[in-house]
């Protein structure tokens, strides 16, 4: 899926604040994300990571370059690698996670520039859109995305971010319907 210039912008409104219930498409996919810590916190970090691979998104030429990573979250580019840093707990145990749990324990997580190249606007590697985040209890998340009625989609961008954003346990894609979204 090609994702348009306005398309981005529209999403980058959605991560930044929760769109109106009456504007989501029929269906949409779920991850159910356990935190480690505060739902708040977790959401900052989803929110403001995303925020900033959108604008670099919109802004900036995908040419084969590294993209510029001045409003990347230090803590993301410290659990990505690309810094001598130390990531924090947090996402210290969430990259152990995700490399248990999709990786089968070995390999690497993702390095920054990799996971940034995915918001290219004109590459079809990202089957999904951020739609919105709901709470059920402390500690539990729900991560709503627009995968265009996909039950299988490519995310693995987004479980990545999903863990080491101080995910503890992150299932889905599931593809529920859009009506119950906010029960």
């Given at each position: 899926?090609?994702?348009?210039?306005?398309?981005?912008?529209?999403?980058?409104?959605?991560?930044?604040?929760?769109?109106?219930?009456?504007?989501?498409?029929?269906?949409?996919?779920?991850?159910?994300?356990?935190?480690?810590?505060?739902?708040?916190?977790?959401?900052?970090r989803l929110r403001s990571t995303l925020c900033a691979a959108l604008k670099l998104a919109i802004s900036e030429s995908f040419d084969g370059e590294d993209l510029p990573i001045q409003g990347i979250p230090q803590w993301f580019i410290a659990a990505s690698g690309d810094s001598p840093?130390?990531?924090?707990?947090?996402?210290?145990?969430?990259?152990?996670?995700?490399?248990?749990?999709?990786?089968?324990?070995?390999?690497?997580?993702?390095?920054?520039?990799?996971?940034?190249?995915?918001?290219?606007?004109?590459?079809?590697?990202?089957?999904?859109?951020?739609?919105?985040?709901?709470?059920?209890?402390?500690?539990?998340?729900?991560?709503?995305?627009?995968?265009?009625?996909?039950?299988?989609?490519?995310?693995?961008?987004?479980?990545?971010?999903?863990?080491?954003?101080?995910?503890?346990?992150?299932?889905?894609?599931?593809?529920?319907?859009?009506?119950?979204?906010?029960?």
């Open positions: 899926m090609i994702h348009t210039l306005q398309d981005i912008s529209r999403e980058l409104e959605r991560v930044s604040q929760r769109p109106p219930r009456n504007e989501a498409p029929p269906v949409l996919s779920t991850f159910d994300v356990t935190t480690f810590d505060s739902a708040d916190e977790y959401v900052a840093a130390t990531p924090p707990d947090f996402a210290a145990r969430g990259l152990e996670l995700y490399l248990a749990q999709v990786k089968g324990g070995i390999g690497r997580g993702w390095q920054l520039q990799e996971w940034l190249y995915q918001f290219d606007p004109d590459s079809e590697f990202r089957g999904w859109a951020w739609w919105d985040v709901t709470y059920s209890v402390e500690g539990h998340v729900r991560i709503w995305v627009d995968s265009w009625g996909e039950s299988f989609f490519a995310c693995d961008e987004l479980r990545w971010l999903a863990y080491t954003a101080g995910g503890q346990d992150v299932s889905g894609p599931v593809l529920p319907n859009s009506d119950k979204q906010n029960e």
